[in-house]
Protein backbone atom coordinates (compact mmCIF):
# COMPACT_ATOMS: atom_id res chain seq x y z
CA UNK A 1 0.00 0.00 0.00
CA UNK A 2 1.03 3.87 -0.27
CA UNK A 3 3.11 5.01 2.03
CA UNK A 4 3.08 8.72 1.34
CA UNK A 5 -0.19 10.12 0.51
CA UNK A 6 -1.14 13.27 -1.25
CA UNK A 7 -4.43 14.90 -0.60
CA UNK A 8 -6.29 16.27 -2.72
CA UNK A 9 -5.83 13.82 -5.66
CA UNK A 10 -7.11 16.93 -8.13
CA UNK A 11 -8.49 20.10 -7.40
CA UNK A 12 -9.69 23.09 -9.47
CA UNK A 13 -9.86 26.67 -8.24
CA UNK A 14 -10.28 30.17 -9.44
CA UNK A 15 -7.97 32.69 -10.23
CA UNK A 16 -6.27 34.45 -7.81
CA UNK A 17 -7.45 32.17 -5.01
CA UNK A 18 -4.86 29.72 -2.92
CA UNK A 19 -4.58 26.22 -2.71
CA UNK A 20 -2.98 23.20 0.03
CA UNK A 21 -1.58 20.17 -0.58
CA UNK A 22 -1.42 18.04 1.89
CA UNK A 23 2.06 15.23 1.92
CA UNK A 24 1.39 12.68 4.49
CA UNK A 25 4.01 9.81 5.44
CA UNK A 26 1.95 7.23 6.31
CA UNK A 27 3.84 4.67 8.96
CA UNK A 28 7.32 6.39 9.11
CA UNK A 29 8.74 9.66 10.02
CA UNK A 30 9.71 11.87 7.39
CA UNK A 31 12.25 14.26 7.79
CA UNK A 32 12.98 15.83 4.80
CA UNK A 33 10.02 15.93 2.38
CA UNK A 34 10.47 17.38 -1.32
CA UNK A 35 8.22 18.66 -3.90
CA UNK A 36 8.04 18.92 -7.26
CA UNK A 37 5.88 20.12 -10.09
CA UNK A 38 5.49 18.50 -13.42
CA UNK A 39 3.87 19.68 -16.43
CA UNK A 40 2.20 17.39 -19.53
CA UNK A 41 5.11 15.19 -21.42
CA UNK A 42 7.96 17.02 -19.07
CA UNK A 43 10.02 15.32 -16.40
CA UNK A 44 9.52 15.99 -12.72
CA UNK A 45 10.87 19.48 -11.47
CA UNK A 46 12.14 19.99 -7.65
CA UNK A 47 10.69 22.90 -6.09
CA UNK A 48 11.59 22.64 -2.80
CA UNK A 49 13.07 20.90 0.35
CA UNK A 50 10.68 20.63 3.09
CA UNK A 51 12.77 20.13 6.52
CA UNK A 52 10.94 19.21 9.32
CA UNK A 53 11.13 22.30 11.80
CA UNK A 54 12.87 24.47 9.66
CA UNK A 55 11.94 26.37 6.58
CA UNK A 56 11.72 24.99 3.31
CA UNK A 57 14.82 25.43 0.39
CA UNK A 58 13.56 26.32 -2.33
CA UNK A 59 15.65 25.55 -5.97
CA UNK A 60 16.12 28.38 -8.22
CA UNK A 61 13.11 30.35 -9.90
CA UNK A 62 10.37 29.13 -7.61
CA UNK A 63 8.81 31.92 -5.27
CA UNK A 64 8.95 31.07 -2.34
CA UNK A 65 6.29 33.69 -1.11
CA UNK A 66 3.96 31.85 -3.93
CA UNK A 67 5.13 28.35 -3.35
CA UNK A 68 4.54 28.40 0.67
CA UNK A 69 5.48 25.13 2.74
CA UNK A 70 5.12 24.09 6.19
CA UNK A 71 6.47 21.08 7.32
CA UNK A 72 5.38 21.19 11.21
CA UNK A 73 5.58 17.57 12.00
CA UNK A 74 7.15 14.45 11.49
CA UNK A 75 4.58 13.31 8.85
CA UNK A 76 3.07 15.61 6.96
CA UNK A 77 4.47 18.77 5.14
CA UNK A 78 1.90 21.57 2.91
CA UNK A 79 2.78 23.33 -0.39
CA UNK A 80 -0.22 26.31 -0.60
CA UNK A 81 0.52 27.76 -4.18
CA UNK A 82 -0.82 31.66 -3.14
CA UNK A 83 -2.78 33.65 -5.38
CA UNK A 84 -2.85 30.76 -8.37
CA UNK A 85 -3.42 31.69 -12.02
CA UNK A 86 -3.79 29.72 -14.91
CA UNK A 87 -0.12 28.87 -15.62
CA UNK A 88 0.28 27.15 -12.11
CA UNK A 89 -1.90 24.51 -13.66
CA UNK A 90 0.00 21.35 -13.10
CA UNK A 91 0.92 17.80 -11.75
CA UNK A 92 2.20 18.54 -8.16
CA UNK A 93 4.42 15.40 -6.59
CA UNK A 94 5.72 15.29 -3.04
CA UNK A 95 8.69 12.71 -1.84
CA UNK A 96 9.40 11.94 1.39
CA UNK A 97 12.41 10.00 2.94
CA UNK A 98 13.43 8.68 6.68
CA UNK A 99 14.39 5.81 7.89
CA UNK A 100 12.23 2.80 7.87
CA UNK A 101 12.92 -1.00 8.94
CA UNK A 102 14.66 -1.39 5.00
CA UNK A 103 16.24 1.59 5.63
CA UNK A 104 16.88 5.13 4.29
CA UNK A 105 14.55 5.25 1.26
CA UNK A 106 12.62 7.34 -0.82
CA UNK A 107 8.85 7.28 -1.40
CA UNK A 108 6.86 9.31 -3.67
CA UNK A 109 2.98 10.67 -3.46
CA UNK A 110 0.44 9.58 -5.88
CA UNK A 111 0.54 13.29 -7.29
CA UNK A 112 -1.75 16.26 -6.76
CA UNK A 113 -3.58 17.67 -10.08
CA UNK A 114 -4.21 21.45 -9.73
CA UNK A 115 -6.34 23.24 -12.51
CA UNK A 116 -6.43 26.96 -11.84
CA UNK A 117 -9.70 28.41 -14.12
CA UNK B 1 5.00 32.43 -19.44
CA UNK B 2 4.09 30.16 -21.50
CA UNK B 3 5.14 27.02 -21.59
CA UNK B 4 6.12 25.19 -24.87
CA UNK B 5 4.89 21.55 -24.78
CA UNK B 6 7.59 19.24 -25.49
CA UNK B 7 7.64 15.92 -26.62
CA UNK B 8 9.43 12.99 -24.85
CA UNK B 9 11.47 10.61 -26.69
CA UNK B 10 9.70 7.63 -27.80
CA UNK B 11 11.19 3.93 -28.02
CA UNK B 12 8.98 2.07 -29.53
CA UNK B 13 9.02 -1.84 -29.10
CA UNK B 14 7.56 -5.37 -29.72
CA UNK B 15 6.14 -7.27 -26.90
CA UNK B 16 9.21 -9.54 -25.70
CA UNK B 17 11.64 -8.03 -27.04
CA UNK B 18 14.08 -6.08 -24.59
CA UNK B 19 14.42 -2.82 -24.02
CA UNK B 20 17.22 -0.60 -23.34
CA UNK B 21 16.66 3.09 -22.32
CA UNK B 22 19.46 5.69 -21.95
CA UNK B 23 19.89 8.19 -19.85
CA UNK B 24 23.06 11.00 -19.47
CA UNK B 25 23.56 12.75 -15.90
CA UNK B 26 24.65 16.00 -15.34
CA UNK B 27 26.73 15.82 -12.24
CA UNK B 28 29.67 14.40 -12.23
CA UNK B 29 29.26 14.58 -8.00
CA UNK B 30 26.54 12.30 -7.90
CA UNK B 31 27.00 9.15 -6.37
CA UNK B 32 23.16 7.24 -6.23
CA UNK B 33 21.06 6.86 -9.07
CA UNK B 34 17.48 5.45 -9.64
CA UNK B 35 15.28 4.24 -12.34
CA UNK B 36 11.26 5.50 -11.97
CA UNK B 37 8.32 4.14 -14.33
CA UNK B 38 5.53 6.60 -14.51
CA UNK B 39 2.60 5.86 -15.87
CA UNK B 40 0.04 8.96 -16.62
CA UNK B 41 -1.10 10.19 -14.20
CA UNK B 42 0.31 9.00 -11.17
CA UNK B 43 3.51 9.05 -8.73
CA UNK B 44 7.08 8.01 -9.86
CA UNK B 45 7.41 4.58 -9.12
CA UNK B 46 11.01 2.44 -8.18
CA UNK B 47 12.36 0.73 -10.32
CA UNK B 48 15.96 0.10 -9.56
CA UNK B 49 18.94 1.65 -8.09
CA UNK B 50 22.75 1.87 -8.23
CA UNK B 51 25.40 3.53 -6.32
CA UNK B 52 28.93 4.87 -8.25
CA UNK B 53 31.21 2.46 -6.43
CA UNK B 54 29.19 -0.44 -9.57
CA UNK B 55 28.43 -0.10 -12.41
CA UNK B 56 25.95 -3.23 -13.01
CA UNK B 57 23.04 -3.75 -11.09
CA UNK B 58 20.38 -6.85 -11.72
CA UNK B 59 16.65 -6.85 -10.69
CA UNK B 60 14.03 -8.99 -11.86
CA UNK B 61 13.90 -8.16 -15.71
CA UNK B 62 15.98 -5.42 -14.93
CA UNK B 63 19.40 -4.63 -15.15
CA UNK B 64 20.72 -1.06 -14.44
CA UNK B 65 24.13 0.07 -15.79
CA UNK B 66 26.16 2.72 -15.32
CA UNK B 67 29.23 3.87 -16.89
CA UNK B 68 30.73 7.26 -15.04
CA UNK B 69 33.16 8.17 -17.36
CA UNK B 70 31.04 9.26 -19.36
CA UNK B 71 28.00 10.07 -17.10
CA UNK B 72 25.73 7.88 -18.87
CA UNK B 73 22.72 5.57 -16.77
CA UNK B 74 20.89 2.81 -18.94
CA UNK B 75 17.96 0.54 -17.97
CA UNK B 76 17.59 -3.25 -19.54
CA UNK B 77 14.34 -4.53 -19.27
CA UNK B 78 13.89 -7.75 -20.81
CA UNK B 79 11.33 -9.51 -22.48
CA UNK B 80 8.90 -6.10 -22.49
CA UNK B 81 5.28 -6.40 -21.59
CA UNK B 82 2.92 -4.17 -22.85
CA UNK B 83 2.36 -3.30 -19.04
CA UNK B 84 5.94 -1.76 -18.81
CA UNK B 85 4.46 0.75 -21.47
CA UNK B 86 4.90 4.25 -19.69
CA UNK B 87 7.51 6.93 -19.09
CA UNK B 88 10.48 5.95 -17.38
CA UNK B 89 13.01 8.71 -15.56
CA UNK B 90 16.75 8.00 -14.52
CA UNK B 91 17.01 10.27 -11.44
CA UNK B 92 20.98 11.19 -9.61
CA UNK B 93 21.57 12.33 -6.29
CA UNK B 94 24.85 14.08 -4.95
CA UNK B 95 26.55 13.22 -2.00
CA UNK B 96 25.42 15.28 0.73
CA UNK B 97 22.47 16.20 -0.84
CA UNK B 98 20.28 13.72 1.68
CA UNK B 99 17.66 12.05 -0.66
CA UNK B 100 17.38 15.19 -2.93
CA UNK B 101 16.79 13.98 -6.64
CA UNK B 102 17.51 15.52 -9.54
CA UNK B 103 15.39 13.79 -12.39
CA UNK B 104 16.18 13.21 -16.49
CA UNK B 105 14.44 14.23 -19.30
CA UNK B 106 12.47 10.71 -19.35
CA UNK B 107 11.59 8.32 -22.40
CA UNK B 108 8.47 7.27 -23.14
CA UNK B 109 8.25 3.24 -23.66
CA UNK B 110 5.49 2.33 -26.11
CA UNK B 111 5.24 -1.12 -26.38
CA UNK B 112 3.59 -2.97 -29.18
CA UNK B 113 1.32 -6.04 -28.90
Known amino acids: GAVVSQHPSWVICKSGTSVKIECRSLDFQATTMFWYRQFPKQSLMLMAT?????????EQGVEKDKFLINHASLTLSTLTVTSAHPEDSSFYIC?????????????FGEGSWLTVV | GESVGLHLPTLSVQEGDNSIINCAYS??????FIWYKQESGKGPQFIID?????DKRQGQRVTVLLNKTVKHLSLQIAATQPGDSAVYFC????????????FGTGTLLAVQP
Open chain 2, 27 to 32: NSASDY
Open chain 2, 50 to 54: IRSNM
Open chain 2, 91 to 102: AENTAGATNKLI
Open chain 1, 50 to 58: SNEGSKATY
Open chain 1, 95 to 107: SASGRRLSGNTIY
